[in-house]
T-cell receptor, first 117, second 110 residues
Framework: DTGVSQNPRHKITKRGQNVTFRCDPI?????LYWYRQTLGQGPEFLTY????????KSRLLSDRFSAERPKGSFSTLEIQRTEQGDSAMYLC???????????????FGQGTRLTVV | RKEVEQDPGPFNVPEGATVAFNCTYSNSASQSFFWYRQDCRKEPKLLMS???SGNEDGRFTAQLNRASQYISLLIRDSKLSDSATYLC???????????FGKGTSLLVTP
């Protein structure tokens, strides 16, 4: 499968625990995005990487959230001290290089569904 | 005011019907516009980009009105397989992110 891969697909955790999700983008895609989607809403932007550089972060990304893309390949999203409000689908997307900020098609992974109990 | 607004529906239409979805966006500096499709419990997938001159892909026609900051999607001859949520998407300017609307739910019935 050469699409965007996310692991785990489902995660149930107790409030206050830390969780980490992984995203493997399509190879040669240097752009990587994290989005969060709750029921009945469209995806909300969290953060963007170009290669290993984190170029943009949403104000949704509180101090408890951190993302990394250490070698410009896979990325991780960590949530510390989870709260019930963190329950959502966490989507990763990747896209190929483009000129400047020109948009290139983003391909989404199937997401990690987080439930905080 | 949300950056991208859509009528959430649901739109229930019979097979063969023509249905139109509308979307407005608030940032006049936005440059890129798209419609994504999302099936239940699946990831969003690009349906089509939207260009100022309007564009068509088979049964799907997208229109952009920059002056009114309005985007539309027309689906002709609806199929059962068109049942999904259609997300209006606008690039965030400045920046790399995409702003998604809440989505419009379409159910095509036999």
């Amino acid at each position: 499968d050469t699409g965007v891969s996310q692991n785990p697909r489902h995660k149930i955790t107790k409030r206050g625990q830390n969780v980490t999700f992984r995203c493997d983008p399509i190879s040669e895609h240097n752009r990587l995005y994290w989005y969060r989607q709750t029921l009945g809403q469209g995806p909300e932007f969290l953060t963007y990487f170009q290669n290993e550089a984190q170029l943009e972060k949403s104000r949704l990304l509180s101090d408890r959230f951190s993302a990394e893309r250490p070698k410009g390949s896979f990325s991780t999203l960590e949530i510390q001290r989870t709260e019930q409000g963190d329950s959502a689908m966490y989507l990763c997307a990747s896209s190929p290089p483009g000129q400047g900020k020109a948009y290139t098609e983003a391909f989404f992974g199937q997401g990690t569904r987080l439930t905080v109990v | 005011r949300k950056e991208v607004e859509q009528d959430p529906g649901p739109f229930n239409v019979p097979e063969g019907a023509t249905v139109a979805f509308n979307c407005t966006y608030s940032n006049s500096a936005s440059q890129s516009f798209f419609w994504y499709r999302q099936d239940c419990r699946k990831e969003p997938k690009l349906l089509m980009s939207v260009y100022s001159s309007g564009n068509e892909d088979g049964r799907f026609t997208a229109q952009l009105n920059r002056a009114s900051q309005y985007i539309s999607l027309l689906i002709r001859d609806s199929k059962l397989s068109d049942s999904a949520t259609y997300l209006c998407v606008v690039n965030k300017d400045p920046g790399y992110a995409l702003n998604f609307g809440k989505g419009t739910s379409l159910l095509v019935t036999p």
